[in-house]
């Protein structure tokens, strides 16, 4: 019998349908999980709804026996996961490998374990890579969104098998190289992070619809499968359209009048917001959107909000708000986003000298992912072009962001006075308006600085940097 030269660790979900994936798409591989059960689970599962697939697998019970079942040089891939789990399995597994062995964390680790995970390896010489995969369960069955990150020359052995179970767009293999150490990582948690706005976003849009407009929740699925194909064609807009449209089975009642409010999360999100602020990078709708997480698990406190000071009082007068109106907010909303997530990207590739493909980012999201959307080809041509630049001075969202900013305003304007609640949408407007205001309010900043802690200011009339005002010399 041959032996695979792919192994997979950690069958947990994701890592189940990755192993179906590389089975099916790539090639034969062998599988472990620390929990017996589990794998017996996996293959008897397999054997009884793929058999042809179950045949390409070969499990193992040891992780003795699961390295010694693999041909040499090795490469294993770690669906476990993130943190202290990832580097239990890569201690237990080191002394049992050969020095040209492969290791990949598959997982949604922190860049920065990456980085040191990287690094251990590469003092040790030993190769491991980190990539960050993106699909949620489907698309690790059926081609999910690949981004990866460490020494090319270990991304270029297995870049093969990882562009045959990546999703494609046409032709073209949504799995690339994006830079060394976690630089796969730090991609794939922007993703989550452009993700976790996106998600608000609609949210918002549905919460103007359903507070200030009173439509039920099918209608609002209705809306959102049409926006679906114009512009904002996207893989969330389409799933949202579905969740509103479906029915509890128990209770008869819409879905999600019965999901409670309190939003989950394990914390791609936050990184990124954390990074942001270390690299000095703004990033507010994303900022905000992670906020609205936070808040939204305060459910007793905005019980009490409501109790004490009520909810927002009336519904929109009639004709406010047009589903056009909020279809171009949306669209402006998503522009300012995804330029924030880029320019968070260049700022993270300038600082920790990357050189990420910026185009390529656009180009490896537009299948497979969870953000996967139309725009996402505009925002690769656009890059294509000035990989540098600010997304919303590319001349075609410079185009998109005039004709649909006044629908943004007019929507988080109207929403705002009337208490309804658009922290992303409104981070969109006031970021634009920061963006867009040649002379800012900073001066004021820069003075009261100077003011209580003689911090110095530079001067619009001279050169220099370590002016005072007057108060510095007791004026
Ligand atoms: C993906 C998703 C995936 C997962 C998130 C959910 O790209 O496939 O981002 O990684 O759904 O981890 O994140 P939260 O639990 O933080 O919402």
């Known amino acids: 019998m041959t032996h695979p030269r792919i192994g997979l660790i950690g069958l947990g979900t994701m890592g189940r349908a990755l192993a179906l994936n590389i089975a099916e798409n790539a090639e034969p591989l062998a599988v472990y999980n620390r929990t017996t059960s589990k794998t017996d689970d996996f293959i008897a599962h397999t054997r009884a709804n793929e058999p042809a697939l179950a045949d390409r ?3 193992a019970d040891s ?16 669906m476990v996961d993130a943190g202290a789990p990832v580097d239990k399995v ?37 190769p491991f890579i980190g990539m960050g995969v993106s ?3 489907e698309g690790a069955r059926h081609g999910p969104s690949i981004m990866g990150g460490g020494p090319r020359d270990h991304w270029d ?47 918002e849009t549905y919460g103007i619809f359903r507070d ?7 209608r609002i699925g209705a809306t959102f499968a049409k926006w679906n194909e114009g512009p904002l064609q996207s893989y969330l807009v389409e799933i949202s359209g579905k969740v509103a449209t479906a029915t509890d089975p128990e209770t008869g009642k819409p879905m999600l009048d019965i999901i409670l409010d309190k939003a989950g999360q394990k914390g791609t999100g936050r990184w990124t917001v954390i990074e942001a602020q270390h690299l000095g990078a703004p990033i507010p709708v994303i900022e905000a959107a992670v ?3 936070n808040t939204s698990a305060r459910l007793q406190q905005r019980q009490r909000g409501q109790d004490s ?53 656009a180009r490896v999201w537009r299948e497979g992912c969870i953000i996967r959307s139309s725009m996402l080809n505009d925002m690769a041509s656009a890059l294509e072009s000035a990989p540098d630049d600010n997304l919303i001075f590319a001349p075609f969202f410079h185009d998109l962001v005039e004709q649909h900013m006044p629908a943004l305003r007019t929507t988080v304007a109207t929403a705002l006075s009337h208490g309804l609640a658009v922290p992303a949408l409104s981070a969109a407007v006031t970021w634009f308006d920061m963006m867009r205001t040649a002379r800012s309010t900073a001066n004021m900043i820069q003075g009261q600085r100077d003011f209580f802690g003689a911090h110095g200011f530079e001067r619009t009339d001279r050169d220099g940097k370590d002016y005072h005002g007057p108060w510095a010399m007791g004026g």
């Not at 999703?167 to 993700?195: L, Q, R, S």
Request: aromatic share 6%.
């Open 135 to 137: 699909g949620g369960e």
């Open 309 to 361: 000071f009520g909810a927002a009082p009336l519904l929109l007068p009639e004709g406010t708000l047009s589903d056009d109106t909020l279809e171009g907010a949306m669209i402006a909303g998503k522009i300012m986003c995804y330029a924030q997530g880029f320019d968070l990207l260049h700022a993270a590739s300038a600082h920790y000298d990357w050189g990420l493909p910026m185009p390529e980012v």
């Open 90 to 126: 890569i201690a237990a597994l080191r002394p049992l490998l050969n020095d040209d062995d492969l290791i990949i964390d598959a997982g949604n680790a922190n860049f920065h374990d990456t980085n040191r995970r990287a690094q251990e390896a590469e003092a040790a010489g030993v």
């Open 291 to 293: 906020c609205a997480r």
């Open 63 to 78: 992780l003795e026996g699961f390295v010694q079942s693999l041909a040499t040089p090795r490469a294993i891939i770690l």
């Open 212 to 218: 200030g407009m009173g439509r039920d929740a099918a």
């Open 57 to 59: 697998l070969t499990p």
């Open 157 to 203: 052995r297995v870049a093969n098998v990882l562009e045959s179970i990546a999703a494609k767009y046409g032709d073209t293999p949504c799995a690339t190289w994006m830079g060394t150490g976690g630089a796969g990582h730090f991609v794939k948690a922007v993703h989550n992070g452009i993700e976790y706005a996106d998600m608000q976003m609609i949210a």
